[in-house]
């Protein structure tokens, strides 16, 4: 179709239905495939859920939680849904606290100059910023996660045969023939499926490693660029998840937003995390406004007042 979308948005949420509806609002017209936590309560579901608009899919419901393999499931699932019932040339994974930092004509227009790239920043393990053993431990010892707690078993086990192991973010823009790759892999290699249902953090590791390696998805190392479209505000702090996104946190994000792309960094940040409809709702009326997001809301602010 000529007019289709570029991009498809696997949206993984599990709470604050009114800024995962709001996160759908702001990235009309793409299609969304929204993944909610099957741990969420029935009233929370029922608010996130009703009289979503008709560019919305709902996908099976799974127990996701924070180190769990389900987290990976739900996202194949939203690469399977996308690719049957789209056309489109890429698709997205964010979660549910993630917000767009550019309109969708500037996303289409940069997946457009792009057919055929992921954007993933990959790493090939052992990766020295992941500490003692560069992310290796993570996949040699069957892992449980129990109240966000590691439970590691001290007993080696071998990779599974032909695959290269690899690291990045689970947000990411992937090209349609590499998603379209990951789900063949989960289809054709229960093997690699049954091994990750163990490794520590899978979302980090397993659609990296499957795009990594040459023979399950070929020619994607050249073509992909390893910059993530993601801003996420990191504040130099020891944390192990980023910080919530307030109203004290525009000036820098708007600077790094609207700065010129340096060379390092080839291609703009489009989206952000994390928000909050408690936290960060008077930062996200200056990311409308500054964007032209959900232009027909009444509660958007003048553009004028957002930091140059």
């Not at 052992?126 to 966000?148: D, I, Q, T, V, Y």
């Not at 070929?218 to 130099?236: C, E, K, M, N, V």
């Not at 409809?277 to 997001?293: I, K, N, P």
């Amino acid at each position: 179709m000529a007019n289709s979308p570029a991009v498809a948005c696997v949206v993984l949420a599990h709470e604050d239905p009114a800024h995962v509806r709001r996160l759908i609002e702001a990235l009309d017209p793409f299609p969304v495939f929204l993944h909610c936590d099957a741990r969420t309560p029935d009233d929370v579901w029922a608010a996130m859920t009703a009289d979503l608009p008709a560019r919305v899919r709902l996908l099976p419901r799974m127990r996701t939680g924070w180190a769990r393999w389900e987290n990976v499931a739900a996202e194949v699932e939203g690469y399977r849904a996308a690719l049957a019932e789209t056309d489109v040339s890429h698709v997205a994974v964010l979660t549910g606290s993630d917000y767009p930092l550019g309109n969708p004509a500037e996303l289409t227009a940069l997946l457009e100059a792009n057919h055929g790239t992921s954007f993933l920043g990959v790493h090939p393990l052992p990766w020295s910023e992941w500490g003692r053993g560069g992310g290796l431990p993570r996949l040699r010892f069957p892992h449980w996660a129990w109240r966000k707690h590691m439970i590691r078993v001290p007993v080696p086990r071998r990779l599974p045969r032909g695959v290269t192991p690899a690291g990045g973010s689970q947000l990411k823009v992937l090209a349609r023939e590499h998603a379209d790759a990951v789900v063949r892999a989960v289809d054709t290699r229960p093997d690699l499926v049954r091994f990750w249902q163990r490794v520590w953090i899978a979302d980090e590791t397993f659609v990296p490693s499957v795009l990594w390696t040459e023979s399950l998805t070929p020619g994607f190392r050249q073509a992909h660029l390893p910059h993530s479209l993601w801003w996420i505000g990191w504040d130099g702090s020891a944390m192990k998840s980023p910080p919530w996104l307030t109203i004290a946190d525009a000036g820098r994000l708007f600077q790094w937003r609207t700065q010129p792309v340096a060379e390092a960094r080839e291609v703009p940040q489009l989206f952000a995390r994390k928000f909050s409809t408690d936290r960060s709702s008077e930062l996200l009326d200056l990311v409308d406004a500054a964007f032209g997001l959900r232009p027909t809301r009444p509660e958007r602010v003048a553009a004028e007042v957002v930091p140059s």
